[in-house]
């Protein structure tokens, strides 16, 4: 089975701080994501990994960045926390089924910005 | 680039009764459609999904049927269950990579006893 960890459910940090959200995959996957969920807008991707060092926008990056140092770990970067970012972040990472991918998702992070 | 429209955003059935959640895409050569359930506190797991050479697909309770044509696609539960109340979500990937897997709105089941 494939885990993906989160380093914290529950965060929450005053605007202008750096945050950073781990995520954590055991299945030696090359592939690691990061998005963002808000009620009513389902699923947005904000960055994704496809190697060591490697990373490349989603949809919603601003206002964020990513770290990949080791193939196991993926980190979620606010530079500078601001209140817009409350939300909930999940991280995943997608085996491939037949040829296909499909996300399996970390517990996720629910951040508080206040 | 893909954009994927989910409705209802809300869904109310009486426990037994089958529920019904639609999918439109935009992108013609999407070739992959996941659907994924979310209970509360939870994170979001696959529970079925289909190819675009299949039409309809089964497992247990559930079903997903594909309309290429029309370019929508749909998440049909029968014999509801309490267990069942979640937000669902429907996804589209022109590749087949979750790099480019996009994700309706979600959809809110409840399901009353």
């Known amino acids: 089975d494939v885990k993906v960890t989160q380093s914290s459910r529950y965060l929450v940090k005053r605007t202008g701080e750096k945050v950073f959200l781990e995520c954590v995959q055991d299945?030696?996957?090359?592939?690691m994501f990061w998005y963002r969920q808000d009620p009513g807008l389902g699923l947005r991707l904000i960055y994704f990994?496809?190697?060591?060092?490697?990373?490349e926008k989603g949809d919603i990056p601003e206002g964020y960045s990513v770290s990949r140092e080791k193939k196991e770990r993926f980190s979620l970067i606010l530079e500078s926390a601001s209140t817009n970012q409350t939300s909930m972040y999940l991280c995943?990472?997608?085996?491939?089924?037949?040829?296909?991918?499909?996300?399996?998702f970390g517990p996720g992070t629910r951040l508080l910005v206040l | 680039g893909e954009n994927v429209e989910q409705h209802p955003s809300t869904l109310s059935v009486q426990e037994g009764d089958s529920a019904v959640i639609k999918c439109t895409y935009s992108?013609?050569?999407?070739?992959?459609f996941p659907w994924y359930k979310q209970e509360l506190g939870k994170r979001p797991q696959l529970i079925i999904d289909?190819?675009?050479?299949?039409g309809e697909k089964k497992d247990q309770r559930i079903a997903v049927t594909l309309n290429k044509t029309a370019k929508h696609f749909s998440l049909h539960i029968t014999e509801t269950q309490p267990e069942d109340s979640a937000v669902y979500f429907c996804?589209?990937?022109?590749?087949?990579?979750?790099?480019?897997?996009?994700f309706g709105s979600g959809t809110q089941l409840t399901v009353l006893p």
């Open positions: 995943a990472s997608p085996p491939t089924t037949g040829g296909f991918e499909t996300q399996y």
């Open positions: 299945m030696d996957h090359e592939n």
């Open positions: 990994s496809y190697d060591v060092k490697m990373k």
């Open positions: 992108d013609s050569a999407s070739n992959y």
């Open positions: 289909i190819r675009s050479n299949v």
């Open positions: 996804a589209a990937s022109p590749s087949g990579s979750a790099r480019q897997l996009t």
